[in-house]
């Protein structure tokens, strides 16, 4: 073939080319233009479903997608709603450093979040240094076996790493990372007490004949009030936080002898601070110094009134 007509085949071939790229260029500007018809709706089925509604060729990295609104009807009844209100509306409810927990009106109890201390009460724990931990969290609420409508739980406080449960019959219950502040007996490190845990619930060592009324968790202590109104701490000592008048830890619950003449009617624990309220409405608190309310320059390890606080201010307070 003449060289000139091989050169004239090219330069048919490369405008050939260059229509098709044009055409494929205004297809794609038309795609785009603002001025392009509205898009379809979405189908009916659309609204059923929670997930954005995408047309036909787009992906989810288009940002102008928006989920359609929802009908009248779609989505979750009322009926539904209501139901599931009713179920926890006289239950309990508590959150604890990295995870929660419930308690529906048949005393059946939900926890959920991070597990890796046992705190969940499932059964499950890390049992050496080194083991993964991304399975032992429960994104949704699980159920707790032991209690329910045979053996109800009626309160539940959830601390940094171990959670406490009050049962109908007076008994207290516990389990999460090992320590005193489960008031089991167990003495141990603080490496320990990183590891491993109790991951189920196991009752906690009282005196003959105490029935617990309300329990509350700290990060490392815990506090109940008995049907008497008698207080007891237990966990870590350190900042005063127990009221015991030192700072050591207490592995098994110890009545508190700074308010023994008083009849205490709630107590709620912090990080490291302990705050109740007496049944004349006294409000009465001890632990670390910037958190106790006592205007000290030192710890406070001994419960004491909170003098600026007018008399019977907390009457009427309750908190879990």
């Not at 308690?103 to 890390?126: A, K, M, P, V």
């Not at 619950?253 to 006294?282: F, Y």
Request: aromatic fraction near 8%; hydrophobic fraction near 30%.
């Amino acid at each position: 073939m003449p060289r000139f007509a091989k050169s004239n085949a090219k330069s048919e071939s490369s405008r050939s080319k260059a229509r098709s790229v044009s055409v494929k260029v205004k297809q794609k500007i038309a795609f785009v233009d603002p001025e392009r018809p509205e898009a379809p709706r979405p189908p009916p089925g659309a609204y059923d479903t929670y997930e954005p509604y995408l047309p036909a060729g787009s992906t989810t990295s288009n940002r102008s997608t928006r989920r359609p609104r929802r009908t009248p009807g779609s989505g979750p009844t009322i009926d539904r709603i209501s139901t599931r209100v009713t179920q926890f509306a006289n239950g309990c409810v508590s959150a604890g450093g990295y995870h929660s927990a419930v308690i529906d009106q048949e005393g059946c109890i939900y926890t959920w979040g991070s597990g890796e201390s046992g705190q969940l009460g499932h059964g499950l724990g890390r049992h050496y240094e080194y083991e993964p931990v991304a399975n032992l969290d429960l994104l949704e609420p699980k159920k707790v076996d032991h209690f329910g409508p045979q053996y109800r739980a009626v309160q539940v406080s959830c601390g940094l790493r171990h959670t406490a449960i009050v049962a109908e019959d007076g008994v207290l219950w516990t389990f999460g990372a090992v320590g005193a502040r489960l008031g089991q007996g167990q003495e141990t490190s603080d490496r320990e007490e990183q590891i491993i845990g109790v991951y189920t619930p196991n009752p906690v060592v009282v005196p003959f004949g105490v029935r617990v009324q309300q329990v509350a968790c700290g990060w490392e202590h815990s506090a109940f009030i008995c049907e008497e109104g008698k207080l007891f701490t237990w966990g870590r000592g350190e900042n005063g936080r127990l009221g015991h008048g030192n700072l050591d830890d207490v592995t098994i619950p110890r009545q508190v002898q700074s308010v023994a003449a008083l009849k205490m009617a709630t107590i709620c624990t912090g990080a490291a601070i302990t705050v109740g309220i007496s049944e004349t409405g006294d409000v009465y608190s001890c632990g670390v110094k910037e958190s106790c309310g006592q205007c000290t320059g030192s710890d406070v390890n001994k419960f004491q009134a909170i003098s600026n606080l007018e008399q019977g201010a907390g009457a009427a307070s309750f908190c879990n």
